[in-house]
C-alpha cells in the first residue's frame, strides 16, 4: 500500500512538472507569436516595399507597398516561386538579381524604370549562415519623386546657365577690348582692377560651364566625338597648354610614358579628363611640390596615372569625393577656387569610354589618380 502511495504521489508531481512545462511553452508560442506580429506589423507598415524569399527563391513574406509597386496579389504569391511570376515581366532585373548567380554577393543594389514610368531602386541581401543559404530579402524603394526633383533642379539649372553665360561672355570681351586698348589708353590702376575683374568673369563662365556639363551628362546629352587616336597626343596637348600654370605655382612636373595603342576617344573629353586631374594636382601641392605622371598599358587598358606631394584627401571624406559640389575640407580653407563639378563630371567621362577611373590618398601625402580606357572599345 505504501509503494502504491509512493507512486501516486510519484505520478502527481511528474503531472504537475508537465503542467508546468505546457505552461511555459505555451507562454513561450504565444510570446513568440506576438513578437511576429509585432515584426509583421512593422513590414506592413514600411513604406518601402519588402519581399522574404526561402532558399528555394519562394515568397514567404511580402508586404503592400510591395504588392503595390509590382501589380500583384499578396495573397496569390505566397508560397510561389518569385522568378516565375509573369505579373513582374515590367522589371526584369528584379529576376536578373536572383537568376544571375555571378551578380549575388551579400548587397546588390540596382535603380529600374518600370513599363508604367515608376523608378525603383532594388536591393537584395543575401541571408546565410556559417553552413548554406538561408534566402533573399529584397527592399524596393521608389524614387520616383526624387527623380521629378532632380530633372526639374538639373532643368532650372541648364537654363539659369544658358541665361547667364551671354552676358559673361559679352562682359569678357568688353574687359579684354578695354585692356587691349582698343577704346583708349587706361592707367595702371584701372589695368590692375579690370584683369582682376576679367579673371572673376573667366571663374564664373567655367562655372556655368560646369553646370552646363553636368546637366548634359544628367540629361544624357553630353556628345562624344570618339575617334581611333594615341592617348600621348593628348597628354602633350595638355602639358603644353598648361605650361604657364605649373611655372607660375613653381612645382616639378615629370613625365614618364611610352607609345601606347590606339583608343577610340572623343579626344576633347579625354583632354578634359586630363586637364582637370592636372590642375588638381597643381593648386594642392604647395610650391616645390612635385607631380608625375605615368601612361603605360597592359593588354586591356591604356593606363594614365598622375601623383602629387600635396595636401591629400581626407580618409572620412574619401567616398564622396566623386560627388556633386563636393570639396574636402582640408582644400576648402586654402585660398584655392573650385566649383566641386570637375571630378563628377571627368568620372562621367571616363565611364562613357567604358574605362574606370579610382584613386588612392592619405591626407598631407599626396594622392594619386588613375583612370584606364579599353584598347578594344569600339
Same mark, same amino acid.
Given at each position: ?164 553665360? *551671354?552676358?559673361?561672355?559679352?562682359? $569678357?570681351?568688353? +574687359?579684354?577690348? &578695354?585692356? /587691349?586698348?582698343? @577704346? %583708349? ?108 605622371? *605615368?601612361?603605360?598599358?597592359?593588354? $586591356?587598358?591604356? +593606363?594614365?596615372? &598622375?601623383? /602629387?606631394?600635396? @595636401? %591629400? ?66
Amino acid at each position: 500500500m505504501e509503494e502504491l502511495l509512493t507512486k501516486s504521489e510519484d505520478l502527481r508531481k511528474v503531472r504537475a512538472a508537465l503542467l508546468n512545462v505546457l505552461e511555459d511553452t505555451d507562454e513561450l508560442r504565444r510570446s513568440a507569436v506576438d513578437e511576429r506580429n509585432k515584426t509583421m506589423a512593422i513590414i506592413e507598415n514600411l513604406t518601402d516595399g519588402v519581399i522574404l524569399l526561402n532558399k528555394k527563391k519562394q515568397i514567404e513574406i511580402i508586404n503592400s507597398p510591395a504588392a503595390e509597386l509590382l501589380n500583384i496579389s499578396k495573397k496569390e504569391v505566397i508560397g510561389r516561386c518569385f522568378v516565375d511570376l509573369l505579373d513582374i515581366e515590367n522589371i526584369p532585373e528584379i529576376k536578373k538579381i536572383l537568376i544571375d548567380k555571378d551578380r549575388i554577393k551579400n548587397i546588390y543594389r540596382e535603380e529600374v524604370t518600370t513599363l508604367d514610368g515608376l523608378h525603383l531602386e532594388i536591393t537584395s541581401v543575401l541571408l546565410k549562415d556559417e553552413i548554406e543559404e538561408k534566402g533573399f530579402l529584397i527592399i524596393i524603394h521608389d524614387v520616383t519623386k526624387e527623380k521629378l526633383i532632380e530633372k526639374i533642379k538639373t532643368e532650372f539649372i541648364s537654363v539659369a546657365a544658358h541665361q547667364l553665360r *551671354t552676358p559673361l561672355s559679352t562682359i $569678357k570681351w568688353t +574687359i579684354r577690348m &578695354i585692356l /587691349d586698348g582698343d @577704346v %583708349g589708353e587706361i592707367s595702371e590702376e584701372q589695368r590692375e582692377l579690370l584683369e582682376q575683374t576679367y579673371i572673376s568673369n573667366e571663374r564664373m563662365i567655367r562655372l556655368i560651364n560646369d553646370l552646363l556639363d553636368v546637366s548634359r551628362i544628367e540629361e544624357g546629352r553630353l556628345l562624344y566625338n570618339q575617334e581611333d587616336a594615341q592617348m600621348e597626343d593628348v597628354l602633350d596637348s595638355v602639358v603644353e597648354n598648361s605650361q604657364e600654370m605649373i611655372r607660375n605655382k613653381n612645382v616639378v612636373l615629370e613625365i614618364n610614358k611610352k607609345e601606347t595603342p590606339k583608343v577610340r576617344i572623343d579626344k576633347e573629353k579625354i583632354g578634359v579628363v586630363i586637364q582637370n586631374l592636372l590642375e588638381n594636382a597643381v593648386k594642392y601641392t604647395e610650391p616645390g611640390g612635385k607631380i608625375k605622371i *605615368t601612361l603605360d598599358n597592359d593588354e $586591356k587598358n591604356v +593606363i594614365f596615372k &598622375i601623383e /602629387d606631394s600635396g @595636401v %591629400g584627401i581626407p580618409k572620412s571624406q574619401q567616398d564622396r569625393i566623386f560627388t556633386k559640389f563636393f570639396r574636402a575640407e582640408n582644400v576648402t580653407r586654402m585660398e584655392t577656387d573650385g566649383t566641386g563639378l570637375g571630378l563628377y563630371t571627368i568620372k562621367n567621362i571616363v565611364r562613357a569610354h567604358k574605362g574606370q577611373i579610382w584613386f588612392e590618398s592619405e591626407e598631407n601625402k599626396g594622392t594619386t589618380f588613375y583612370f584606364t580606357i579599353p584598347i578594344n572599345n569600339k
